[in-house]
Antibody
Framework: EEQLLESGGGLVQPGGSLRLSCAAS????????MNWVRQAPGKGLEWVSS????????YYADSVKGRFTISRDNSKSMLYLQMNNLRADDTAVFYC?????????????WGQGTLVTVSS | DIQMTQSPSSLSASVGDRVTITCRAS??????LAWYQQKPGKAPKLLVF???RLKSGVPSRFSGSGSGTDYTLTISSLQPEDFATYYC??????????FGGGTKVEIK
């Protein structure tokens, strides 16, 4: 069974940093692009970032560009999101999500999510 | 960037009703559209991809259609377990993707 398990969420002060991790299992990790999608409390879904299977190409939403960095360790089947200079409007549940195909980034496997709260 | 506009933002319906949710893209997306279902406190689940292809295991009462900029998700006979929030997502600009604002389906 394909599974994703996020960790690393928590409470952080504005301007602070946090690193999210996602452990993948049940599929050949290097074969798939991976994504981070977030959902602010009571709001809709927002794509945050994507990374190619090899890790050589990364993409970001304008709202996080320059502050967040996506990376992966294919030897460990791990996905990461380094978040710096966090703001109150970054408060959200962050989901680690598997893309179906490099040419068709719809999302077939989701983690359970990890909550990031940015507050003083 | 492609904007996705869903309507309505919420609706009330009864068990057995036929429900239609609409998603409009700000430009043509050539059927690069997926639909997801999300229940409170849970991660979204993929229902439909390529505008009209049902993911394996999804009940046949769900169907997707559309072309160009306009797409619909239809539930032919609403069941109790279908009360949830539904999102469309365009992947025409893969890997950069965009979600619609969501449609909450509530019990009348």
């Amino acid at each position: 069974e394909e599974q994703l398990l996020e960790s690393g969420g928590g409470l952080v002060q504005p301007g602070g940093s946090l690193r999210l991790s996602c452990a993948a299992s049940g599929f050949t990790f290097i074969d798939y692009a991976m994504n981070w999608v977030r959902q602010a409390p009571g709001k809709g879904l927002e794509w945050v970032s994507s990374i190619s299977g090899s890790g050589g190409r990364t993409y970001y939403a304008d709202s996080v560009k320059g502050r967040f960095t996506i990376s992966r360790d294919n030897s460990k089947s791990m996905l990461y999101l380094q978040m710096n200079n966090l703001r109150a409007d970054d408060t959200a549940v962050f989901y680690c999500v598997k893309g179906v195909h490099p040419a068709a980034n719809y999302l077939d496997v989701w983690g359970q999510g990890t909550l990031v709260t940015v507050s003083s | 960037d492609i904007q996705m506009t869903q309507s309505p933002s919420s609706l009330s319906a009864s068990v057995g009703d036929r429900v239609t949710i609409t998603c409009r893209a700000s430009q043509a997306i050539t059927n690069g559209l997926a639909w997801y279902q999300q229940k409170p406190g849970k991660a979204p689940k993929l229902l439909v991809f390529a505008a009209s292809r049902l993911k394996s295991g999804v009940p046949s009462r769900f169907s997707g259609s559309g072309s160009g900029t306009d797409y619909t998700l239809t539930i032919s006979s609403l069941q109790p377990e279908d009360f949830a929030t539904y999102y469309c997502q365009q992947y025409y600009t893969t890997p950069v993707i965009t979600f619609g604002g969501g449609t909450k389906v509530e019990i009348k």
